[in-house]
């Protein structure tokens, strides 16, 4: 992979997604959306993808599901367990078994490459709410990606004099 990481992290509502659009219209950068979720959603739920096309069928995402037909099943569930915040606790230790990692990296390679090769850009945007994956991302691909972290603080919105 030769495009850098920028991995949106923050709470719903915090303002990631309106982030990652404006850095989408960019030069030089694509926006993947929340990768954890293309897999999920877009091939077991059949959710569509922003192009309009099923995903099966868009040209992006379908070069995914043919190299992956046979076990989608077990690439959501190894990104669930590594990446979601119940994966937490051993994205910092380090302490994934070998299998799972070897699983983890291939599935990340598949759709980061599948970006690069639908948007050749310096930069692709992932974005999501796990901190695990942030740490898991760094790990995957040493030197390559950077953390923006958003903070929902509703003090910005309510101000009270002497609070």
């Known amino acids: 992979m030769n495009s850098n990481i920028i991995y949106l992290m923050g709470a719903g509502r915090s303002g990631t ?10 030069p030089g950068i694509s926006a993947a959306g929340e990768l954890t979720k293309v897999l999920q959603y877009g091939f077991l739920n059949g959710t569509t993808c ?8 868009c040209e992006v995402w379908r070069r995914v599901k043919e190299s992956s037909l046979s076990d989608i099943h077990v690439k959501v569930k ?10 937490l606790i051993k994205a910092v230790l380090n302490s994934h078994s070998k ?28 974005a999501s ?3 695990a ?17 958003l903070l929902r603080n509703p003090m910005g919105f309510i101000h009270k004099k002497g609070c």
């Not at 997604?17 to 960019?26: A, R």
């Not at 922003?50 to 069928?57: E, L, W």
């Not at 190894?78 to 994966?87: A, I, R, V």
């Open 17 to 26: 997604t309106i982030l990652e659009v404006l850095l989408h219209n960019s």
């Open 50 to 57: 922003s192009c309009g096309h099923s995903v099966d069928t």
């Open 78 to 87: 190894y990104l669930k367990q590594l990446d979601y915040h119940s994966g």
């Open 99 to 126: 299998d799972k990692w070897e699983k983890y990296l291939e599935t990340n390679r598949l759709l980061f490459s599948t970006v690069e090769d639908a948007s050749p850009t310096p930069h692709i945007v992932d």
């Open 129 to 131: 709410k796990y901190a």
């Open 133 to 149: 994956r942030a740490l898991n991302l760094h790990r995957a691909f040493p030197k390559k990606v950077k953390v923006i972290c």
